[in-house]
């Protein structure tokens, strides 16, 4: 044992292994820049590729020199994870899905793998199933923090957009003087009948309105949570002094609304906008007047 | 036609937006299995009663999803199962404006009258299992009260 312990200056198999990467930093990224998976993030020029491999071999080295080559939180891995989401999202974004891309960052260990074999070939087998398994760990972990970090990218994606699409989805729009309308899009849960809630209200005082419509044609299912929520705005605003039509309810949802039951006797509806602006202009006494054959608004 | 993989589905029931998924995949395999408009809508709206029914009183469950057939008719089933403390009083979980929440007390009995079969599997503290099934063309044998 001794005589080998000289080639390995420290000994221990995960120092071994920092060493290892130190020595082959430029054989190991050449080789994986031919790898799927840098080849297909890094299009432009392989030596891009061959700089961004260099950054994750380091990081690796930097990884086994603190010894925690199980931790994913390791300090060595926080400068490559930017690039390593990237990279994740990058093949995700040509719809690979996280598992492909998991294996396709599991195809990048074979290559050290036998870079570290034949290097360690004379070594006693104990010895280099150590190392071996200290990389094979190393690269696992680096797998974790890869798809860590692309998941964690995707959930604030999402988070984003869902803040984005309650602020996008709740106009209030004045279609005449004391008129209000808010047209629903899209599903209307507790979180978003909240903000129609609020921005209906605000708009009745702003406006001084004594109409509030309600379109519904946008929502695509009314189930007697999302009639909860309507009645409940509708109540809201006449306790404000504003009177709401609900309107666009097609004719599948009407039907759909009788057998589950739910009963919108006290609330003012109609089957269109139109009609319902109709039936506003008309409360108000505002006369609109047709073109020359003096044919009458519809009420 | 369809494939069986489009329809067949077993989906979570853990939060709101899987609440979405859920009407989503109800609306398109009932639409791929020649759904008309109207009863594609009453499924979907009885899947969001139902899925609701799981997320908030069974505390999330999932749902499967599967393609049956009889005779002549085919149509869509939709098993929506939870682990949670079950219904105590079936009867009256079914009767309109009952509600051990704060709903308006439809869901259960509304979602019953939007399908043409339901079952309803429970016991105090083992769970909740609501299956549902509604036919393209009615089945073949006569069909039970609704």
């Not at chain 1, 030596?47 to 080559?69: I, N, S, T």
């Not at chain 1, 009314?222 to 309507?230: I, M, N, T």
Request: with cysteine; net charge negative; glycine share 10%.
């Amino acid at each position: 044992m001794p005589e080998h312990e000289a080639g390995g200056p420290l000994g221990t198999p995960t120092l071994e292994v920092r060493d290892f990467l130190r020595r082959r930093r430029e054989q190991i990224a050449q080789r994986w820049a031919d790898e799927p998976l840098f080849r297909a993030v890094f299009t432009l020029s392989r030596d891009e590729a061959v700089e961004a491999g260099k950054a994750v071999v380091d990081a690796l080295a930097q990884v086994a020199d603190a010894q925690r080559v199980e931790d994913s939180d390791a300090a060595g891995f926080t400068g490559v994870r930017e690039q390593l989401g990237r990279m994740s999202a990058s093949r995700s974004r040509a719809g690979l899905s996280i598992t492909q891309v998991s294996n396709e960052l599991a195809s990048l260990w074979p290559p050290v793998d036998k870079l570290l074999t034949s290097e360690l070939e004379e070594r006693p087998a104990e010895e280099l199933r150590a190392c071996t398994t200290a990389l094979s760990t190393l690269m696992g972990t680096l797998r974790v923090v890869a798809v860590q970090t692309a998941l964690s990218e995707g959930q604030a994606l999402i988070d984003r957009q869902r803040l984005q699409l309650l602020e996008v989805a709740t106009p209030v729009i004045r279609l005449w003087d004391g008129i209000v309308a808010v047209p629903l899009i899209g599903t209307l849960d507790s979180a978003r009948s909240q903000v129609v809630m609020e921005t209906l209200l605000n708009a009745v005082v702003d406006q001084h309105a004594r109409f509030a419509i309600l379109d519904i044609t946008g929502v695509p299912t009314v189930d007697s949570l999302v009639a909860q929520h309507l009645m409940k705005t509708v109540a809201a605003a006449r306790l404000m002094g504003a009177e709401c039509v609900i309107s666009g309810i097609r004719p599948a949802i009407a039907q759909t609304m009788v057998h589950l039951g739910l009963d919108l006797g006290s609330v003012l509806t109609r089957a269109s906008l139109a009609d319902a602006l109709g039936y506003c202009l008309n409360e108000l006494g505002v006369a609109v007047s047709g073109p020359a054959d003096g044919s009458a608004v519809r009420r | 036609m369809y494939t069986a993989s489009e329809i067949e589905a077993c989906l979570p029931i853990r939060s709101d937006m899987d609440l979405v998924w859920v009407r989503q995949h109800v609306r398109q395999a009932a639409a791929l299995l020649g759904f008309g408009l109207v009863d594609q809508t009453k499924l979907v709206t009885a899947a969001s009663e139902l899925a609701r029914n799981t997320l908030v009183h069974g505390g999330g469950g999932q749902l499967d999803v599967t393609p049956v057939t009889a005779g002549f008719g085919h149509g869509l089933r939709l098993t929506f199962s939870d682990t949670g403390p079950g219904i105590a009083d079936l009867e009256r979980a079914l009767s309109d404006g009952f509600t051990s929440g704060d709903g308006l007390g439809m869901g259960l009995g509304g979602a019953r009258r939007l399908v043409h079969e339901f079952e309803v599997e429970s016991a105090e503290g083992s769970g909740t299992t609501v299956r549902v099934t509604s036919w393209v063309s009615r089945p073949p044998r006569a069909r039970e009260e609704r």
